[in-house]
């Protein structure tokens, strides 16, 4: 087994502590720092071969610390800061928790789905006003959801929405048809698939090639019935758009996770949009955070420490 040290940076979510619990019971001999101060770790990194830690935790200092560095472990699906850094060297190997987060991003799509089109806003502000007011109340039932996106998330997300009775479309750039989907649009076509959602839902990730994916043409294709969902990446998304659309009521309403900038600013008028719901930055976190991630982390650091780097799992091409 392997003698270098292996940082763990914790979150609240995901804390030191409770990791180091687990880690030391399945591997008595590891070398571990684990602790919730980056800074701290950063002063220790000299010697590490291997950091695990949240995406938002690396920088280009952290990795210059670590001159030793072989193995990055994410704990969130998306690496893409991590690959941005310029200190990242090339022989440095990067691996995700994909394939954990489907629960957490798919209730919280389930939540915003129904609050808009129940209109939750206005249910709650009857209830502070202590008006008994009534309408008919929309269903999900007979609904067709548009997933852009269809990586493993969406592959969690779509058999929850079939249980709702909806129909379900993906958006992808891969032929297969994966189940829980009724059928498949090529990116090219994310117009056309685009209007013929009730609900637009993006979970597709953030590269050059999705740069604003959803643009003012396919949020044109839309009907005015249909809702956005974005529980993506800000980058995939035209948010002036986005606001002309809610504004002309050529859409529903959306309801939004992520954003160009975040935290999204206090003065930014999708705060004050109607007809958006805003969560912040909530999709992928959970009370069990740790519980979903570990297996993931403990298979590849087992690999790691027995030489067989090569055989971890959510390996990032680069």
């Known amino acids: 087994m392997s003698s270098g040290k292996i940082i763990y940076i914790g979150a609240p979510e995901a804390p030191a502590e409770a990791f180091a619990q687990r880690a030391r019971a ?10 919730n101060d980056r800074l701290a770790a950063q002063a220790q990194a000299d010697d590490a071969v291997g950091i695990i830690g949240h995406h938002f935790q690396f920088d280009e200092a952290l990795l210059q610390h670590a001159p030793q560095l072989q193995w990055i472990q994410s704990l969130t699906t998306g690496t893409d800061a991590i690959l941005k850094l310029k200190a990242l060297q090339p022989e440095v190997r990067v691996t995700s928790t994909r394939g954990m987060h489907g629960p957490q991003m798919s209730e919280l799509v389930f939540m915003h789905m129904l609050a808009l089109t129940r209109n939750l806003p ?3 502000a009857n209830q502070a006003a202590g008006q008994w007011e009534r309408w008919p109340q929309p269903l999900l039932w007979g609904k067709t959801a548009v997933i852009v996106g269809v990586g493993a998330i969406a592959e969690d997300m779509a058999p929850r929405m079939k249980a709702f009775g909806m129909t379900v479309v993906g958006v992808s750039n891969s032929p297969r048809v994966p189940a829980g989907f009724d059928g498949m649009f090529n990116r090219a076509d994310l117009a056309k698939a685009a209007a013929q959602a ?19 043409e396919v949020i044109a294709a839309m009907r005015p019935e249909a809702f956005l969902i ?3 990446r800000g980058g995939v998304l035209d948010e002036d758009a986005l606001l002309q659309a809610l504004r002309a009521r050529h859409i529903a309403g959306a309801a939004l996770d992520v954003f160009r900038q975040q935290p999204l600013p206090s003065d930014h008028p999708l705060w004050r949009e109607p007809r958006v719901l805003i969560s912040p930055l909530i999709g992928g976190m959970s009370n069990v955070y740790l519980e979903q991630a570990y297996p993931i982390v403990r298979d590849n650091l087992r ?6 780097a090569a055989e971890m799992v959510n390996l990032v091409a680069r």
């Open 303 to 308: 690999r790691f420490l027995t030489g067989r």
């Open 230 to 232: 974005n529980v993506a």
């Open 122 to 124: 206005r249910i709650l």
């Open 26 to 35: 399945d591997f008595p001999e590891l070398n571990l720092l684990a602790t």
């Open 198 to 216: 009730d609900y637009l839902v993006l979970v597709v990730p953030h590269s050059p090639e999705t740069e604003n994916l959803v643009n003012a």
